[in-house]
């Protein structure tokens, strides 16, 4: 599935995390997973959140494959049951 998007201040978003190997870090509109893959290179363990279900899908498709990668099918607004 193709998904255009052009992440917003990509690199000033990915610098002020201060990624390291020890974060857990929750994406909560992950989309097409722009931040978000750059964020799992470094990160303990990503929590990729999108309600939409085409973006779930480009999320599997781009960074199902990563081992530190969770995906989920939800709203942000439910983190505490996330």
Known sequence: MEFVHKS???DESVKALD???NKIIMDGTA???GHSGEIAKTAKR???????P????????R????DNVTIVHNNFSNIKNI
Request: charged share 20%; hydrophobic share 55%.
């Open 31 to 33: 989309g097409g997973g």
């Open 19 to 21: 990624l390291d190997s």
């Open 8 to 10: 917003v201040l990509f």
């Open 63 to 66: 960074l199902g494959s990563m």
């Open 46 to 52: 990503l929590i990729a959140v999108d309600q939409d």
């Open 54 to 61: 085409d973006a779930i899908a480009v999320l599997n498709e």
